[in-house]
């Protein structure tokens, strides 16, 4: 049943330009996704050791840009990245501040979705699900089971109480080069800056927490 959901979240992850996170946020999807990731990316990495692959990356490549540590989510400011929110939420995991971690994991997925939909690349949207599998991968057993506890608690009763507060959030406005220096274009269309253009950024937070994001239909 699990793996049926699983798949099916995946499949729309490739497919649409951006994912509906109500259903990867629940913690059959979001928390198994984390794990069977977690063990795709080490399998992954025991095939390069073994065959010797050249792994080319991109200068900012998931570049972590503010390094602040496990803050709260008030304190989170329109320049941080879901990069830099990813090792904030490791940095608060390993404090055992869980319901702090799961905070930011709301924003890193509303701040990713925002993105998807102002960078060109879609082969760069992988970024988000690399940043979530390394961040597991650095947790040991015990704090994956007390993370995930935290997580479907959270689901049951914060999301909408997330939502409202993401809703008076302004716009991100970083440059997301986390994410474009993840895609293919980083390499074959170096004189391009990556992002669509025109954009409206108020329009598309907005759609992020409307339509787009966890918080569509809250």
Request: glycine share 8%; aromatic share 12%; hydrophobic share 40%.
């Amino acid at each position: 049943m699990y793996e049926w959901d699983l798949q099916i979240a995946l499949v729309r992850c490739r497919e649409e330009r951006f994912p509906d996170y109500r259903e990867l946020f629940s913690l059959k999807v979001s928390y198994l996704a984390l794990i069977l990731l977690g063990g795709a990316m080490l399998f992954a990495g025991g095939a390069q050791a073994q065959g010797k692959i050249t792994n080319h990356v991109a200068e900012g490549n998931l570049q972590v840009t503010h390094n602040v540590g496990c803050i709260a989510r008030e304190d989170v400011k329109t320049s941080y990245t879901p990069a830099d929110l990813y090792a904030s939420i490791f940095d608060c995991i390993e404090k055992e501040q869980y319901g702090s971690a799961v905070d930011l994991y709301v924003m890193a997925f509303a701040r990713g979705t925002f993105d998807m939909q102002r960078v060109k690349d879609k082969s760069a949207y992988q970024a988000l699900s690399v940043l979530r599998m390394v961040t597991f991968q650095k947790m040991d057993e015990a704090q994956r089971t007390a993370f995930g506890s935290a997580l479907e608690n959270y689901s049951k009763d914060g999301i909408a109480e997330a939502c409202e507060f993401l809703k008076g959030q302004d716009a991100p406005d970083y440059y997301p080069k986390y994410m474009i220096a993840h895609g293919m274009g980083a390499f074959t269309n170096k004189d391009d800056d990556g992002l669509v253009t025109p954009f409206d950024a108020a329009a598309a937070w907005q759609l992020t927490l409307t339509k787009a994001g966890i918080c569509a239909g809250k």
